[in-house]
C-alpha cells in the first residue's frame, strides 16, 4: 500500500528534529521525533557536540543562489549564506534550502540559525532579512 501526500520536510529548525532514518512498517512511512535536548555550554562549538542545532543568532549574506537542473529541467533554488563565525565553526559557507532561497537575493543581509544536516553539513534556519 502506497502513501500520499508531500513527504515531512527535515531542514525545519525548531523545538523538534527529525531523529533516526525513514522506517517502513506495514507499507507506512513513519518518523520518530524528539525534542532537542536543552544546551547550556557557553561556546557554540560545545553546542554543536550537545544538539544538531546552535541556538545562537548569526548574521551574514546571502552569497550564491542557483537553480539545479536535473533530467527535466530546472529544478528547485538553493544557495549559501557567507558568515565569519560560522566558517570559523564549520569551515564552509551555510547552506539555504530551496524553501528559502526562494525568497533572498544574492547580496541581503540575513541573520539565522543554524543546524547540521544529515550529511553534518551547516544549514540555514530560522532566517530574518535584516
Not at 517502513?24 to 560545545?46: D, I
Not at 553546542?47 to 546552535?54: H, I, L, N, T
Not at 551547516?122 to 532579512?129: L, R
Request: hydrophobic content about 30%.
Amino acid at each position: 500500500e502506497k502513501t500520499t501526500g508531500p513527504p515531512m520536510a527535515s531542514w525545519l529548525c525548531g523545538p523538534w528534529s527529525l531523529q533516526g532514518d525513514r522506517q517502513v512498517q506495514q507499507g507506512r512511512r513513519q518518523r520518530r521525533f524528539e525534542p532537542y535536548a536543552p544546551v547550556t555550554p557557553s561556546s557554540p562549538l560545545q553546542k554543536m557536540q550537545v544538539s544538531d542545532r546552535v541556538t545562537e543568532k548569526f548574521e551574514g549574506v546571502v552569497k550564491h543562489i542557483d537553480q539545479a537542473v536535473g533530467p527535466t529541467g530546472p529544478g528547485h533554488k538553493y544557495g549559501f549564506i557567507a558568515c565569519e563565525a560560522t566558517m570559523q565553526l564549520f569551515g564552509r559557507d551555510v547552506f539555504l534550502h530551496s524553501n528559502q532561497a526562494e525568497e533572498l537575493q544574492v547580496g541581503q543581509r540575513v541573520r539565522f540559525e543554524v543546524f547540521q544536516s544529515k550529511k553534518g553539513m551547516p544549514q540555514a534556519c530560522n532566517i530574518d532579512i535584516l
